[in-house]
């Protein structure tokens, strides 16, 4: 049975980060791929710089054309809002009856994961990998005493989407923070300009 690891995110936009932990987790064995899930509202996050979902969603596409293990699930779009994980990897399950889901989230996530409704269930029923975001440490002991919580030794990579969006918004070149091709995009369509 395949074993896919959900990356949900508002990928507000999607950049190079998101697509070297993805790759990384596909090519290091943590799962056979990764399903890029856009969410149409965080329930823990402010949605005001939230740009279109349509224009979240091509991006994610373009960013993942032609990448090996590498795909786009829209699937929380067609749920209501706010979207809730469990309910998200339930469906998925229900859909997909021959796939094995797993959970994948930063430690900074980890971090308030009880937060999280039925995170419990999450754990329990779907499993979690882990990987390491800056001023946020994960013990191997603490991964070790977890059931169904895998710490990914995932490289780190201190960039985030609002650190992107920043600086496009103050005129700076992201051309080497983001896929060549979603960065035409963004320029084309003139985002996250103040």
Request: aromatic letters at 10%; hydrophobic letters at 40%.
């Amino acid at each position: 049975m395949q074993t896919v690891g959900i990356l949900g995110g508002s990928f507000n936009p999607v950049h190079l980060g998101h697509l070297m932990l993805a790759s990384y987790l596909t090519q290091w064995g943590y799962v056979d791929q990764v399903w890029l899930t856009l969410s149409p509202l965080n329930p823990l996050k402010d949605a005001s710089e939230l740009i279109a979902d349509t224009k979240r969603l091509a991006m994610l596409n373009i960013a993942t054309k032609g990448a090996v293990g590498l795909d786009v699930c829209d699937i929380e779009l067609t749920m209501p809002t706010p979207s809730y994980t469990i309910n998200t990897l339930d469906l998925l399950a229900r859909r997909y009856p021959d796939r094995r889901f797993r959970l994948i989230i930063g430690s900074d996530n980890w971090a308030i994961f009880d937060r999280w409704r039925e995170y419990g269930r999450i754990l329990d029923t779907y499993g979690v990998i882990v990987y390491p975001r800056p001023g946020y440490p994960v013990s191997r002991e603490e991964a070790r005493n977890v059931m169904g919580m895998t710490l990914a030794e995932a490289p780190t990579v201190n960039l985030s989407s609002t650190m992107v969006r920043d600086a496009i918004a103050a005129g700076k070149d992201m051309m080497y923070f983001l896929p060549p091709a979603v960065y035409k995009y963004i320029n084309e369509h003139k985002l996250y300009r103040k």
